[in-house]
């Protein structure tokens, strides 16, 4: 009997126009082109002519997708989530609409603090739940890979809790996710005044713990006023170090604490938000290749006016990501295209950068360059097929989505 013939590939998708985002200075076009994949890895992006059989495209793999002149882009990735909470603070957001402003509102016990009751007496299956139909939004725009954190939970139950939903999610759910420890996040009731306390707590119990599980892939935390001071932040990246895991962290979003600089010092694979950012912290981190994560929703939904330092990070060539920032209180974003126009709108940055920000950049954010983020040959196959006539659409768009269909490997 004769052996069936291995096909080269698994899919082969022909008639596509690819932006790889595998240069740094262009979309990486390759019009008319040709993409195999084998066990979800891509093996072949170029033209029909360059095939094995040029004229019998089913003769290269068992599945020929004709793509009919549509885009191909990498996945997109949302590097900075918070998708997993209890509760939602719309409550908050007319209060703020009749006067009172975030920090206001995060001192009187709101804020933060009021998602960590929700999501302390949120069953594990209702916080599935509710971050569930987040997700389901974000997947319907080509989403392959999530970031998510805790930080709703502040005591070692909870978030054990909330890392175990968000792994969850990725086993469930066709995308990647990338869970961060952020038990730095806010201070829990029971700590009021005790600040350094709380931290000996998420630096000798949560951490350890957490790490023991293999819970989580990094461990941000928030050095702000209303956050955490500079030398807490820095105690908890010592902690992190020692465990070998990597930091990222939420700086500069009210005021500069050189919280940037400081996890440049500590090699962070990205520092968020970043309005107050100074130009110090920004040579810090250029030098230690840490990302730039922008973060639109959040300087849209509180009506922030300072604007993060685009053109001084440009010049200095620090790379810059894109994400949600999806969470109950500072952006209850559910849209990645949406940050993309606002990424250019608000912070001027071109449709260009912002693509990079959702898929080459992110994924350096989040440690995974060498697997993800671009269509090169050797990456997995997080591929997502576009209904448009040129990449620069998905930025330009204002709601609504051209998505005509995802690959995830
Ligand atoms: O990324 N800045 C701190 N953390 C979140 C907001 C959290 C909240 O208000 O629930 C942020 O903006
Ligand atoms: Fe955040």
């Known amino acids: 009997m004769s052996q069936p013939e291995t096909k080269p590939f698994d899919y082969l998708i022909h008639n596509v126009h690819v932006a790889t985002m595998a240069s740094t200075d262009d979309y990486g076009v390759v019009k008319d082109a040709c993409v195999g994949v084998k066990s979800g890895v891509i093996q072949f992006i170029g033209t029909q002519q360059q095939l094995s059989h040029p004229n019998e495209l089913d003769k290269n793999a068992d599945s020929v997708i004709n793509a ?8 997109l990735i949302d590097c900075h989530t918070h998708l997993v909470y209890g509760g939602n603070r719309a409550n908050e957001f007319e209060m703020r609409l009749n006067g009172a402003d ?5 001192k009187a016990g709101g804020g933060i603090l009021s998602t960590v009751r929700a999501t302390r007496a949120a069953s594990e299956q209702e916080l599935f739940d509710s971050a569930t139909k987040r997700l389901k939004s974000l997947l319907k725009e080509g989403l392959t890979t999530i970031e998510i954190k805790s930080g709703y939970g502040l005591d070692t139950e909870t978030e054990i809790k909330m890392l175990k939903v968000a792994k969850r999610l990725g086993k469930e759910f066709p995308v990647r996710v990338a ?6 996040h806010a201070l829990p009731p029971e700590y009021k005044d005790r600040s350094d306390d709380y931290i000996d707590l998420v630096c000798n119990e949560m951490l350890p713990t957490i790490a023991e599980l293999k819970l989580a892939d990094a461990v941000d935390a928030f050095c702000e006023n209303i956050g955490f001071s500079y030398q807490q932040t820095q105690k908890v990246f010592a902690t992190a170090k020692q465990l070998g895991l990597p930091v990222k962290l939420h700086a500069e979003q009210l005021s500069d604490q050189s919280g940037a600089g400081l996890a440049a010092d500590y090699h962070a694979l990205s520092a968020d938000h970043l309005e107050y950012l100074s130009q110090n912290s920004i040579e810090k981190m250029a030098k230690s290749g840490t990302v730039a994560v922008l973060l639109p929703g959040a300087f849209y939904f509180l009506r922030e006016t300072k604007l993060p330092p685009i053109q001084a990070l440009r010049d ?3 790379p810059m990501a894109i994400a949600t920032d999806s969470n109950p209180g500072t952006s209850p974003a559910e849209s990645i295209l949406l940050m993309l126009n606002m990424g250019c709108t608000f912070f001027r940055m071109t449709p260009l950068e912002t693509l990079q920000g959702v898929t080459i950049n992110a994924a350096k954010a989040l440690g995974l360059d060498q697997e993800v983020g671009s269509i090169e040959v050797g990456k997995k196959a997080d591929m997502v097929l576009w209904d448009i006539e040129h990449p620069n659409q998905l930025s330009y768009q204002l709601g609504g989505s051209n998505w005509a269909r995802t690959f995830k490997s």
């Not at 975030?102 to 995060?106: K, P, Q, R, V």
Request: aromatic share 14%.
């Open 316 to 318: 200095a060539k620090v």
């Open 102 to 106: 975030y920090e206001e509102i995060a």
């Open 179 to 184: 869970t961060t420890f952020l038990g730095a």
């Open 68 to 75: 009919h002149g549509q885009w191909l882009t990498p996945g």
